[in-house]
Every structure is written in C-alpha cells, then in structure tokens.
C-alpha cells in the first residue's frame, strides 16, 4: 500500500514539471515562428509595395546553419507566403498557370468529351526532373571548388602584395624603422586573411573549436564545410 501511494504521489508530483516543459517547448516553437516571418520579411520590409522589386538577403554563415536545421521544413511550410522567392513568381506566372488550369478544369467539367492527355508527356517529366537533379548535385559541387580556387587566389594575391611592397620599401639591417614599417605590412595582409576568414565563417574555419561547441551549435560555412586551408 506504501509503495502504491508513493508511486501515485511521485507520479503526481511530476506532472508540473511535465507541463511545464510542454510549455517552454511551446514557447520556444512561438519564437521560432516569429524568428522566421521576421527573416522572411527583413529583405521586403522596406518596399512601398508589392510592385516593386525584390531583394534577396545577404547569405551568410548563420543563414546556412539556419538552413540546414532539422525545423527546416516546418519553416518552409509556415513562411511560404513571405518568401521574397514566392512574391516573385506569383504574379504573373503562378497567376496565368492557375488560371490556365482553372480554365481546363471547368471545361473538363462542362463539355462532354473532357481533354486526356496521354502518359509520355509525365514519364518525359520524369526524366526531366532526374537530370534536374543531376545538375543540382554538380551545381553544388562547382561552388564549393569555386571557393577552394577563390581562397586560394586570396592567399596568391597576399604573397604577390607583400613581395612586391617590401621590393620598394627602404630597409636594411641599420634601418629599425624599414624593418618595422615591413613587418607591420606583413602583419596587416596576414591579419586581413584572417578577418575575411572570420567574416565567412564563425570561427575562422577553426574546426577544433566547432567540434567542442557540440554537433548541435555546429555552424559551417555557406559551402559546405570550412574556407580556410
């Protein structure tokens, strides 16, 4: 009898905390949502109508760990209508296409003999969308190795800057100030490779410090993995 009341006040006793993290999980969802209709609408806000043109966000780091986060899809359900990619097609493309199948729609339904279009034009589509796909894959590919050749060609360009100004640059081993005035040159290129590293990324490409954070705080570089080298 003692162990069946302690269990049924144990049990009662955990059902505050139960609800209360339903709650915080409810809470947190809310400022999910609000966090991505307020992304959503960051790159339209300051247009006078929907006439006008859109403005894609810039992409960064912290826009790709939100793009690869395991909400994604809800997101992309919720903020549909937002989307500056959905504002751009809406009209007049997605309208003549609605109105076009609306069209085929009502004179299926009233003329007696209804249009039937035969199954190559689908199995046609199938392939189509199988190439499509192909290329997505290659596509992301290409970007990643055009970033590899673009690092690369900013550290080229560092070395051929600081070869050729220390080339002009008085110094000798009676010259204190030419030799600081090149080592503080040295410094500033390399600082600058260092800063474009950060700015890319969130910690520089510094994938030690990414693995101690946890796999779940892990954010990487628009590209796919890390830029530095």
Known sequence: ????LGGSLRHMSGRPARSTRWVDRVRAMSEDVK????????GQERRGGRTEPTRDQNYDFSMWARHTSRKRHLRHVITWGYSASTQRIMYPDLTIIG????????YNDAVLEPL???????????TVLALVVA???EAGSARYTEA???WADVAHSSRGITR??????????QDAYGKAQAARLCRMTKAFCIT???????????RGARQARGSNNQLEAPVGGPVGG
Do not use: C, Y
């Open 35 to 42: 966090g991505w209709i307020s992304a959503e609408e960051n």
């Open 99 to 106: 109105a076009s199948a609306l069209l085929l729609t009502l």
């Open 116 to 126: 039937i279009l035969p199954g190559e034009p689908h199995m046609l589509t199938t």
């Open 1 to 4: 009898m003692r162990t069946l």
């Open 196 to 206: 474009l590293k950060f700015h890319l990324t969130v910690d520089g490409g510094d």
């Open 148 to 150: 590899r050749e673009l």
């Open 164 to 173: 050729l100004a220390l080339q002009w640059m008085p110094q000798s081993d």
């Open 135 to 137: 290329h997505r894959t």
